[in-house]
């Protein structure tokens, strides 16, 4: 397996994606292409000690690099040459999946024009994995389309299906759509037509409507959402959790007996903090995409790196591109048909 | 001053309203009317050994009961002689504030058709105070209104903002969009043609978009935005914030070590929970209502019964809707005259 990572991309690069791509390689087995300046990633090495690239890593050179405030529609022009346009293109001659931890829009631009999406897939969708209480689920779209129709909706419920099936282990997930109440009748009008979609999608598993407040509680696993509610979801319940965090800290300072009290809970802290731990999650997926692309989170250190190109292989190995393909071509195909037949 | 009190919404009455207010008549010096059925008022004094009706409050008779699944678009028909509607009565015939726990939805029906909106208000928001790193935020809209248009938005950042000074008491409280980034262009037209419309307003303390991760860490004073998007963040927070206080539990229920370092926390525990407490809160104020018209939990005891009364007190003195009425008289006034002189 042959897992593209973009050298350049994030605040720490080069060298956070260089030091978690070689402990990849070393780890998990798989082979490694950085794409970047040579020259840039041989000095991240060299100050780590490290003289020669180790067995399964090789360099693909790009000159340019995308800037976190480059326009994502200029991507494909005013970056030809850059790490993640050149990623891209080597994903999609050969390459198994693509890590970036740079912007966010731009390599959804280049996901979608230089890998392409699934043939029927209208839209690409940005999922992401959250804990809850009952273990992990998937929220899509947390951002890639502030519009959606009901159709997107339908898409992003089976696409995230897929991939809490795959990539979480998740069987037959509960499919919910993001709500302001249970009830069939409420939200918008996107989200009452998505629900009579949904409600007769025989092979899914829909569950109904689910408010956010349920979400961290585990009520669904597979979370529904146009791109601009999913970011509030998501980003609202990182800044409670951080939030929290800092009460807890604050908790625990206030006198030599909660610090003490610290010491006999240590344990159950570090549970608490790596459960917040955005490194620990991987990145976010970009679902509807030919082949997996993960987006790290742009101030990924090389752990949180390490994981995202784990997240990438473990999709690869799981074939979540390929049961939504499948499933796709079974939606194209005409009534009565079966795919084979076309 | 004299707030009336719906003796029948919620689901711990009459026993939570009737005691929260009789609490709050004695400890704050308010005049109450508890409205509901005479019986069932004196029954729930009764098992608290209260024989007489305490100076200051009294009794006004309303045979029916809203329940919670009463489309609110029914309640002026079929609940029109309910604890509500007859509540929303008084309130226009001489109340200064009404305090409710009974269903959201049909509360804003009494409130914006018997007490009426203040003129030039296009719609009210649900506004509700959310704790903060920071101190408190006022979050609105959070149910009211699923679609919105700029104007209803750039009404909600005035009437938010004049809640937060008046009953925050944040002098040049900072007005912010919800959104999905902080940049200008981001978010959809909503936002965007909001941001133009805020931009150009000299008399608010506009501080552009807030990302709905900042919002918990106290980004801003006055957190602007629909009714749907509003409901998505506020659950969101409550939701991670209950998730996270069961992990807490866990931790410290771990182990005998870590019973006993709760123990050395116990008060900075107690901190925790109560920043958490809904009760604590007080209600939702519905905004741009003639007169303070606040929404009580739903679970509400008495003990939070007695702090939504507090909050409508707080609201009556502060003259909140006052500040809202000069606001839209002045936005009416034909350019180039002072109000009196229309």
Chains 1, 2 share one sequence.
């Not at 402990?23 to 990633?41: H, N, P, S, Y």
């Not at 050969?94 to 280049?110: I, K, N």
Request: glycine share 10%; net charge negative.
């Amino acid at each position: 397996m042959k897992i593209i990572v973009d050298a350049m991309g994030g605040d720490n690069a080069p060298k956070a994606p260089v030091l978690g791509a070689i402990q990849a390689a070393k780890d998990f087995g798989v082979e490694i292409v950085l794409v970047g300046q040579t020259d840039r990633i041989l000095e991240a090495l060299k100050e780590e000690g490290i003289d020669t690239l180790p067995p399964g890593v090789e360099i693909a050179f790009a000159s340019q690099v995308v800037t976190m405030d480059a326009a994502p529609t200029t991507v494909l022009h005013a970056y030809k040459d850059s790490s993640m346009v050149v990623g891209a293109r080597l994903l999609s001659s050969g390459g198994d999946a693509f890590v970036s931890a740079g912007s966010t829009g731009a390599l959804l631009t280049v996901g979608t024009l230089v890998t392409k999406r699934i043939k029927g897939v209208k839209r690409a969708a940005i999922s992401v994995v959250c804990p809850t209480e009952k273990g992990s689920c998937v929220i899509l779209d947390v951002g890639a389309n502030n519009e959606c129709t009901p159709e997107y909706l339908q898409q992003f419920a089976y696409m995230g299906a897929f991939y809490a099936e795959k990539y979480l282990g998740i069987s037959d997930p509960r499919v919910a759509i993001l709500n302001n109440g249970a009830e069939e009748t409420k939200g918008r009008e996107l989200q009452k037509e998505t629900y009579a979609l949904l409600k007769d999608a025989g092979d899914l598993h829909f569950i109904g409507n689910v408010e956010a407040r349920d979400v961290p509680l585990g009520g669904a696993d597979v979370v529904v959402c146009d791109g601009f509610s999913g970011n509030i979801l998501l980003k609202s319940v990182e800044g409670t959790a951080t939030f929290m965090a800092h009460k807890l800290k604050e908790m625990f300072t206030k006198s030599a007996a909660t610090k003490l009290g610290y010491l006999l809970c240590r344990s159950g802290v570090a549970d608490f903090k790596k459960l917040l731990d955005s490194r620990e999650v991987g990145g976010s997926m970009f679902l509807g995409i030919q082949k997996p692309v993960v987006k790290a989170h742009g101030s990924s250190d090389d752990y949180a790196m390490m994981n995202a190109i784990r997240q990438a292989k473990i999709c690869v190995e799981t074939g979540v591109c390929q049961a939504i393909r499948d499933h796709m071509d079974q939606m194209n195909a005409p009534s009565g048909e079966t795919p084979a037949e076309t």
